[in-house]
T-cell receptor, first 111, second 114 residues
Framework: GQSLEQPSEVTAVEGAIVQINCTYQTSGFYGLSWYQQHDGGAPTFLSYNALDGLEETGRFSSFLSRSDSYGYLLLQELQMKDSASYFC????????????WGAGTKLIIKP | DTGVSQDPRHKITKRGQNVTFRCDPI?????LYWYRQTLGQGPEFLTY????????KSRLLSDRFSAERPKGSFSTLEIQRTEQGDSAMYLC????????????FGPGTRLTVT
């Protein structure tokens, strides 16, 4: 079957660094995306990894290891506005545009 | 462009009624997706259009669900004979063929079936 596993909840302190892990088991793999969703809001795109390694975009970085079927999202210099749910999502094929989503990680940030 | 828009934002209907939702994607995006999301879960793929052609449909999608994108611009999602289990947030997203890994989501339509 297809599954993406990520922790249901992570708590961190403002200004700290937090890592949200995602392991996947899918019939195919073309890329791993990360989305942020605030309560009551729509998902917004954060990053995409198709190749192994680290992608950095400002305070957010994303890592992928295809051999381990594993990726993570790293958030640095946490701000209160980063409190949200974070989803990893797999695209299974080059011509397969649907995304398979994890259940999301709720990030709670304490002052 | 103001982004992806969806209408209505909220819909309350009685079981057995039909409902239709509309999505207006970002104008230069040729790909359009419908997802369903329930509380505490990630979005679940429903269907996908490239221009006016419906290219993928979830195997889990009931025959009561149908979607159209008649002119390759806006799209509609219809649910016939609604059931309480259809209560969810229905999300629409769009993307461009270049950079298609980035999907832009609308605010969603929250459906409550009583």
């Amino acid at each position: 079957g297809q599954s993406l596993e990520q922790p249901s909840e992570v708590t961190a302190v403002e200004g700290a660094i937090v890592q949200i892990n995602c392991t996947y088991q899918t019939s195919g793999f073309y890329g791993l995306s990360w989305y942020q969703q605030h309560d009551g809001g729509a998902p917004t795109f954060l990053s995409y990894n198709a190749l192994d390694g680290l992608e950095e975009t400002g305070r957010f970085s994303s890592f992928l290891s295809r051999s381990d079927s594993y990726g993570y999202l790293l958030l640095q210099e946490l701000q209160m506005k980063d409190s949200a749910s974070y989803f990893c999502a797999v695209r299974e094929g080059r011509s397969n545009y649907q995304l398979i989503w994890g259940a999301g990680t709720k990030l709670i940030i304490k002052p | 462009d103001t982004g992806v828009s969806q209408d209505p934002r909220h819909k309350i209907t009685k079981r057995g009624q039909n409902v239709t939702f509309r999505c207006d994607p970002i104008s230069e995006h040729n790909r359009l997706y419908w997802y369903r999301q329930t509380l505490g879960q990630g979005p679940e793929f429903l269907t996908y259009f490239q221009n006016e052609a419906q290219l993928e449909k979830s195997r889990l999608l009931s025959d009561r669900f149908s979607a159209e994108r008649p002119k390759g611009s806006f799209s509609t999602l219809e649910i016939q004979r609604t059931e309480q289990g259809d209560s969810a947030m229905y999300l629409c997203a769009s993307s461009h063929s270049q950079g298609d890994y980035e999907q832009y989501f609308g605010p969603g339509t929250r459906l409550t079936v009583t």
